[in-house]
């Protein structure tokens, strides 16, 4: 059964992440519960509320839910909880810490890292989707994947970026395949990706929690509005449904929101 599940979801346009993490939890729920039904069903959401934040939880539902379409139960699909949206931005990189960090890791010579950087921060790029950058797609200058809604997303390589990747690239003889690959000549992965930023970021001295892979998607994000208020064009570069996700990038950092209020509250 796991194998045909997975079968059916690699049919359906899903990234590798989201494929790992259906069938993790497809194999945790028939691990811990005997059966499909309504009474375990709502046993696991509820689990999942006690250990887990709203964001998570829906994650799994979602997944649930798919694994149940695809038995044939949906009517056992389960709702999704509520989650409240944040009035502000929490845990995203600074735009002088990004600068610092990606100029530090180019000083240092470490080059690949640095790209690594500016490649999230200059595209938007989801870590998945980072690794699935090739020669032929910085030559073209653009990279088209589809959306979870299985709609076309074009990733686009600016130019001051693309030339000097080909700079890099020639330097390096690499002419076709991925371009972020591990001491070992495979593809880099992206929990290596994660821990590496956070051992760099720690030797900078830079604050660990604003270092992972997504709060560069969310620095591409906010560096556009403030250069081109245009918030559905940056929706679609972001590959976002709904516009209403990316309205979260016209709120202010938690950083930004004490800075202003410091300045502005004397009385």
Do not use: C
Not at 149 to 155: H, V
Not at 164 to 180: A, D, R, S, V
Not at 194 to 211: C, F, M, R, S
């Amino acid at each position: 059964m796991e194998k045909d599940f997975e079968q059916h979801l690699r049919k359906s346009n899903l990234s590798e992440n989201t494929i790992t993490s259906y069938l993790w939890t497809a194999n945790y729920y028939t691990a811990h519960y005997e059966s499909m039904t309504k009474a375990n069903l709502l046993s696991y959401k509820g689990y999942l509320i006690e250990h887990y934040k709203p964001q998570t939880v829906n994650l799994r539902l979602m997944a649930i839910n798919t694994y149940l379409l695809f038995l044939g139960k949906e009517k056992l699909q389960l709702k999704f909880i509520k989650v409240q949206q944040k009035n502000f931005l929490e845990n995203v990189i600074s735009d002088a810490d990004y600068q610092f960090f990606k100029e530090q890791l180019k000083n240092d010579g470490n080059t690949e890292w640095y790209f690594v950087v500016w490649y999230l921060a200059a595209t938007g790029a989801r870590v998945s989707e980072l690794v699935q950058i090739k020669a032929e797609h910085v030559k073209a200058g653009f990279f088209d994947l589809y959306t979870k809604g299985g709609k076309l997303r074009r990733l686009y390589i600016p130019k001051l970026l693309k030339a000097e990747t080909e700079q890099w690239l020639t330097e390096k003889g690499i002419w076709t395949g991925y371009i972020f690959l591990n001491r070992f000549g495979e593809r880099i992965t992206t929990r290596g990706i994660a821990q590496q930023l956070k051992t760099y970021a720690a030797n900078y001295g830079l604050d660990i929690k604003v270092i992972y892979p997504h709060s560069f998607r969310h620095r591409y994000a906010k560096n556009f509005l403030e250069k081109y208020n245009d918030i559905a064009l940056l929706a679609d570069l972001m590959g976002h449904e709904s516009i209403e996700t990316t309205r979260i990038y016209l709120r202010r950092t938690t950083s930004e929101q004490k800075e202003i209020v410091d300045k502005i509250v004397t009385w």
